[in-house]
């Protein structure tokens, strides 16, 4: 079974820091790609990077550029997502998916989604 489970999630104040984590299982990163993407309220979802079968990663968010960073330990099939200096508008649901190979983890490429995690960023 191809699955994806965040978590990581939680409450922080501005500026904080925090990890999210994607298990992945059903495959090994080593022959997938994985985008991080999220869903802020009343807006569409996004991605923010794309880290293919090789742990190259390509982040397409602006808004989070200096800030969030992706990392991935292949023996362990697990995806990170640092978050640092965190602001109130990256308040949303945070998910990490399977991509097609060879994709820029786009929306339209995402394959198999996980549930998400609801990062809440306020004082």
């Known amino acids: 079974q191809l699955q994806l489970v965040e978590s990581g999630g939680g409450l922080v104040q501005p500026g904080g820091s925090l990890r999210l984590y994607c298990a992945v299982s059903g495959f090994t990163l080593d022959t997938g790609y994985i985008g991080w993407f999220r869903q802020a309220p009343g807006r569409e979802r996004e991605g923010i990077f794309c880290i293919n079968s090789s742990g190259w990663a390509t982040n397409w968010a602006d808004s989070v550029k200096g800030r969030f960073a992706v990392s991935r330990d292949s023996v362990k099939n697990m995806v990170y997502l640092e978050m640092n200096s965190l602001k109130p508008e990256d308040t949303a649901v945070y998910y990490c998916?399977?991509?097609?190979?060879?994709?820029?983890?786009?929306?339209?490429?995402?394959?198999?989604w996980g549930q998400g995690t609801l990062v809440t960023v306020s004082s």
């Open positions: 998916a399977r991509a097609r190979f060879g994709s820029m983890c786009q929306r339209r490429d995402v394959e198999v």
